[in-house]
Structures are given as structure tokens and as C-alpha cells.
């Protein structure tokens, strides 16, 4: 099965910088595009950011500027360098990964999500 495994988050000053990590683990052929979204308690998931094999980027209009999305395609691995962290930043970050397995099905994997608390 695709696994996704996330690292970084934590808990940051308003102003100070951090580095998400996203590597699919095993199970994936192909990778189509991938990126990360974001929930705050009682909110809906929201896009952040997202890279396509080829390198072409979106961003939220709340995060241009601030957050820099970058994959490293031969380690299946997605980052997200976030700067000038706000405290409306803070909530659970997941990986997104669409692309086909090993067995040719194209699908929409999820990390399990990591934590962002940005204190005020």
C-alpha cells in the first residue's frame, strides 16, 4: 500500500520559520502531483500549496509570498518551507499525493497530518 510519512510541525513564535517533509514510503509508480492542505479547528480543509512532477506550483493567496513549496522527485518527497508564521496558520498539515500505485490505479493518498501552532 502507499504510505505517506510526514515530519516537521511543532509549535513556533509569530514571525519565526519552519520546514515540512512528505515521502512516499512505498507502493508508488508514479507521482502525478503533490502538496499539502491545512485544517483549523472547525474549518474546512483548505489547499496550501502544490507541485507537479514537472514543477509547476499553486498557492493559496493567504500563503504567496510567505510559504515556498519543493520535491525532490527522485526521493518521492515533498517539502514546505514556512516563513513569517502567522497564528491564523495554525492547524493540522496533510500531504496530498495523486498518482497510480503499483497496480496502475491512479488515486489521492493523505499523511497522517502534522501539527502547526503558531503562539501570538
Known amino acids: 500500500q502507499v504510505q505517506l510519512v510526514e515530519s516537521g510541525g511543532g509549535l513556533v513564535q509569530a514571525g519565526g520559520s519552519l520546514r515540512l517533509s512528505c515521502a512516499a514510503s512505498?507502493?508508488?509508480?508514479?507521482?502525478?502531483?503533490m502538496g499539502w492542505y491545512r485544517q483549523a479547528p472547525g474549518k474546512q480543509r483548505e489547499l496550501v500549496a502544490a507541485i507537479t512532477s514537472g514543477g509547476t506550483t499553486n498557492y493559496a493567496d493567504s500563503v504567496k509570498g510567505r510559504f515556498t513549496i519543493s520535491r525532490d522527485n527522485a526521493k518521492n518527497t515533498v517539502y514546505l518551507q514556512m516563513n513569517s508564521l502567522q497564528p491564523e496558520d495554525t492547524a493540522v498539515y496533510y500531504c496530498?499525493?495523486?498518482?497510480?500505485?503499483?497496480?496502475?490505479?491512479?488515486?489521492?493518498?493523505w499523511g497522517q497530518g502534522t501539527q502547526v501552532t503558531v503562539s501570538s
Open positions: 496530498n499525493l495523486r498518482g497510480k500505485n503499483v497496480y496502475g490505479y491512479e488515486r489521492n493518498y
Open positions: 512505498a507502493g508508488i509508480f508514479s507521482i502525478n502531483a
